[in-house]
Nanobody, 125 residues
């Protein structure tokens, strides 16, 4: 069982930056793929970024590439998402997810069993 707790969301002006954190419980965190997804009001949840257990393999959503950095610290059981140059359209609840994903698509919501409660990001113009 893995429990995930996100933090770091809040209200920020357009052009600003935020670093979201996701703290995971469980002794096998280092073997899990971690993902970030977001859900804007009235929209479906969408993929943002993912990082493999080693931290050396990452994927970013094409629409957000260049403004994101995902990283993990396995010693702290924590994954981070840095978002730069925030825009009003980045306003959403950001969710952390995890699972052991060997051959599946780590950008797919369906691949993840464990989810956090989300942290809200609001970007003002």
């Amino acid at each position: 069982q893995v429990q995930l707790v996100e933090s770091g969301g809040g209200l920020v002006q357009a052009g600003g930056s935020l670093r979201l954190s996701c703290a995971a419980s469980g002794r096998t965190f280092s073997s899990y793929t971690m993902g970030w997804f977001r859900q804007a009001p009235g929209k479906e949840r969408e993929f943002v970024a993912t990082i493999r257990w080693s931290g050396r393999w990452t994927i970013y959503a094409d629409s957000l590439k260049g403004r994101l950095t995902i990283s993990r610290d396995n010693a702290k059981n924590t994954v981070y998402l840095q978002i730069d140059s925030l825009r009003p359209e980045d306003t959403a609840v950001y969710y952390c997810a995890s699972d052991r994903i060997a051959f599946g698509d780590p950008t797919s919501i369906q691949e993840y069993t464990y989810w956090g409660q989300g942290t809200r990001v609001t970007v003002s113009s």
